[in-house]
Nanobody
Framework: QVQLVESGGGLVQPGGSLRLSCAASGSIVSIDAMDWYRQAPGKQRDLVAVITSGGSTNYADSVKGRFTISRDNAKNTVYLQMNSLKPEDTAVYYC??????????????WGQGTQVTVSS
């Protein structure tokens, strides 16, 4: 059973920083791309940032220059460093990854989500 567990969300003032973590666990053979999505109340879930297994990254225009995605392949963990946070960054942030587990095919997995609130 593969699980993604996020941590690091919370309440922060505008201009502040947070670092999200997402650790994959279970009988993992290989992990392809790892991503962060976010969903604000009443809105669709949007892609924030993606990092490939080789370390290539891509970002939504709204977070470019402020957010940095990284991964530690030895720990099966992806991070999202969020700087210069704005109230419009308030959302539930979800980790997503394409993973192949032992004796299984490639599947998409989601974390449970972590709340990020940017407010004074």
């Amino acid at each position: 059973q593969v699980q993604l567990v996020e941590s690091g969300g919370g309440l922060v003032q505008p201009g502040g920083s947070l670092r999200l973590s997402c650790a994959a666990s279970g009988s993992i053979v290989s992990i392809d791309a790892m991503d962060w999505y976010r969903q604000a109340p009443g809105k669709q879930r949007d892609l924030v940032a993606v990092i490939t297994s080789g370390g290539s990254t891509n970002y939504a225009d709204s977070v470019k220059g402020r957010f940095t995605i990284s991964r530690d392949n030895a720990k099966n963990t992806v991070y999202l460093q969020m700087n210069s946070l704005k109230p419009e960054d308030t959302a539930v942030y979800y980790c997503h990854a394409n993973i192949r587990a032992l004796r299984d095919i490639w599947r998409n997995y989601w974390g449970q989500g972590t709340q990020v609130t940017v407010s004074s």
